[in-house]
Every structure is written in C-alpha cells, then in structure tokens.
C-alpha cells in the first residue's frame, strides 16, 4: 500500500504484476463480504442473533494493570490479553497496527514481545498501511495473535482458507469494534477549527486521558504537545465540527457501506460500551467484550483467573444499545447497496446474513441516503460552509419524530 495524496488514502500498488497475467488468489474484503460464508467457516452456522452476531459470552471488562488502563482507548483489555498471552508462553508474536511518528506512518506491525504493547495504545481514526508487515506474518513462523478491524479480521480468515498452515500458528484473534475510518481531510478540517494545520500535525493521539479521552498531538513546526477535545468538554460548535469531520462528509465509502461493526469473526471483540453507568465512573476505562468461539471464552476467563482483566455484567440489550443506531443501519447493509448508485457510489459484493435481507425497513434507506450524500458531496471550501447547518438539521429532524427532536433539542441547549 502507498498514500496517495490525490485520494487522501492509502492505495494498492501491484508489483511484479502485468496485464494479462494470471491474477492469482485475490482476497480483498474490502471488496468482497460475503457474511453467511465466513460465519459457517468460522463458527459452523449462522448466528441465531443478526445483530449481534455469534455469541459465546458477553461482558464488560477492564485491564487490572492501571496504566494500561490509563493510556488505552477504552479499558485496555486488548493490551492486557496480549501481555497475558506473551507472559504464559502461549504465543511468539503479535500483529498490531503502530501509529508512528506521523499519521501517514501508521501501519501494521508484527511485535515480538510484551515490551512492545505500549505502542498499540488508543485508537486510530484515520487510514493505515495495515498490510506493511503482513508478508512477514504470513512468510514467518511463530504462534501469533491478530488485532485488527472487522474487515481486517474477515481477511485474516479468508486467507487462512487459502492457508491452512497460517490456520495451525493462529491462536487468537482480537476484532476492534469500529466506526469508520476517516480520510485524513476530515480529521484536518476539525483540527483547523483550533487554529491546527493538518500538514503541522505529528503525533496523534485520539483517545488521551481519562475515557473516553480527548485528542492530544504534537505540533511538528514547534515540538509542542497541543490537547484538544472531542466531544467532553467541547463546545457545541466544536462538537458539529467533530460530528461532521469524524463521522460523515470524509468517512471512506467502504466504511459506509460496511455491514461488521463489531467483530463477527473475531474470538474476542472488544469496543467501547457507550453507556450512562460506565461514564459517570470517573473517567475510568470499560470495555465491552463479546467472545466468539470457545477458545475466546476460554482465554479471556483464564486472563480473568490470572489477574489481568476483571470483569463486569453487561447484557444483551445493553451491548446493542451503547453501539447507537449505527449498528442496526450497518446489519442492514442491502439499503446501502440500493442507494449507493443515486450518488454514483460502487457498493463492494457483499451478502449479509439472510434474517437482516428480511428486515429492511424504511429508516435504513433513509439513513443510507443521509451518509451517502454527504459522502458524494465534493469536499471544497464552497460547500463546506453548508456542513454544519445540515448537521444541525440532520440531528433535529431526520428522523422525523416528535419525541427524538425535542430529546436532541434539549440536549443540545444543555451542550450534551
């Protein structure tokens, strides 16, 4: 993969390859889904919940260790399973993304041993080289877990189809619930708000502090460490410069139309748990953890007897409710799919579970309308000035009830 500055991505770039020859094995989840498939391959059937996907156990956690706490995105689970995983002996490697010294460094790592887990703290919001080290993954030897993205994931076990012998060195694989990747532009139009250059930025740190953690980075022209908030502590202006930059207008369109938000083929998935009873905790971390297969559950609860996670209840209705309506609009991924061409949008070969192709309703074409727009909409400085007052209307009265709007009002006049 190379940045294309052009595209504000990450691009393939094919080498020793000519028209005309053989394209070999191709596997591209970016470009192929095919949910029932990988769901059959990996846990023997489909799931009998489609919107949570196959579960073995669910859970909210944290890691015991407090800085790992402390300076993870969420409750620091994930550095606590691989620290734990390293100590026992149970495996030799681990592949992680590292976000480097600069945003376009970000990249897939292999690392060797737990002195190393301190580079895969927080969360990274935009686009990555996850694939920089994977040839040595896949080429190498040694028993490894995989971290990554429920897409990242999903390739992980198409290939292991292609590559039993990569199957036998697996161990565990850790999914990031996800919300999308954002083209660099978008991360640079919220900074400037701040007076912040994106070309000015080096390191960056999107989740820093006490959870769920505001945005620190350093200033490349000066050195100086610059903290910004997210949406805590922001003001309502600020915060639609967040909503817009984060989570619409610069969303890659794959993101959009993504229907794995949480991990469906992971052992263990691991996200935040966006819930009332975990933020007035003191900006203490949580994560919610939703082990996939037996071998998931029997790790995390063997981390759990040794000290590295503790554990807390969380349910069902709970799991589903701290993800928003994001999750029920990405299961229901076909409305996408239907509406992409209006904006002149390729929708991926994707195939969701057959439960959610009988449950399209009305509000997923609406939704799918509302983010394919804007992602269609040309990002010039004329129309960014259009941005935040559709936001405003789009937060008020998309959703055409009543109730919603005069809930989304009062919050906004109370700046939540």
Not at 66 to 75: H, M
Not at 94 to 118: D, F, M, Q, S, W
Not at 149 to 156: D, F, M, R, S, Y
């Amino acid at each position: 993969m190379k940045y294309d500055g052009q595209r504000d991505q990450f691009v393939p770039s094919v080498v020793n390859w000519q028209p005309g020859d053989d394209t070999g094995n191709l596997i591209c989840p970016g470009a192929t889904m095919d949910m029932p498939a990988l769901a059959n391959a990996v846990h023997g059937h489909e799931p009998s919940d489609p919107i949570t996907g196959e579960v073995v156990a669910i859970r909210a956690g944290y890691a015991t260790d407090r800085t790992i706490r402390s300076t993870a995105a969420s409750g620091g689970v994930t550095t606590a399973l691989l620290t734990y995983l390293f100590d026992k002996g149970e495996i030799d490697l681990a592949y992680c993304v590292c976000a480097g010294n600069a945003p376009t460094e970000a990249k897939g790592r292999i690392v060797r041993h737990r002195g190393e887990l301190n580079q895969i703290h927080g969360s990274t919001y935009h686009p990555a080289d996850f694939g920089a080290e994977l040839t040595q993954l896949v080429q190498g030897g040694g028993r490894f877990a995989f971290v990554g993205l429920p897409c990242e994931v999903a390739g992980l076990e198409m290939l292991k189809r292609k590559k039993p012998e990569l199957a036998e060195r697996h161990v565990l694989s850790i999914g990031l619930f996800c919300g999308g990747i954002n083209a660099y532009g978008g991360i640079g139009y919220y900074l400037e708000g701040f007076g912040i250059p994106w070309d000015d930025v080096g390191e960056i740190d999107y989740r820093y502090g006490p959870w769920p953690g505001h945005i620190r980075l350093r200033r490349k022209s000066t050195g100086e460490q610059v903290s910004v908030p997210r949406i805590h502590g922001n003001s309502r202006w600020k915060i639609l410069r967040y909503v817009v930059g984060f989570q619409g207008y610069w969303m890659l369109p794959r993101c959009r139309m993504c229907p794995d938000q949480i991990g469906d083929f992971a052992d263990i998935a691991v996200g935040d748990p966006h819930l009332p009873r975990f933020r007035q905790r003191n900006g203490e971390g949580f994560s919610a953890i939703v082990t996939r297969t037996r071998r998931g559950e029997e790790t995390i609860r063997r981390a759990i007897a040794a000290g590295y996670v503790a554990e807390e209840p969380l349910s069902r209705e709970e799991l589903v409710r701290s993800q928003g309506y994001t999750l029920d609009n990405r299961r229901h991924c076909e409305a996408y799919g239907r509406v992409a061409p209006w904006f002149g949008l390729k929708y991926p070969n994707i195939k969701v579970y057959g439960a959610l192709s009988r449950s399209v309703r009305f509000r997923h074409y609406k939704y799918a309308a509302v983010d394919l727009m804007k992602i269609a909409l040309p990002k010039n400085k004329l129309l960014r000035c259009l941005y935040i007052p559709w936001q405003v209307f789009e937060y008020l009265f998309i959703t055409f009830a009543p109730r919603v709007f005069v809930e989304r009002l009062s919050r906004l006049l109370r700046n939540r």
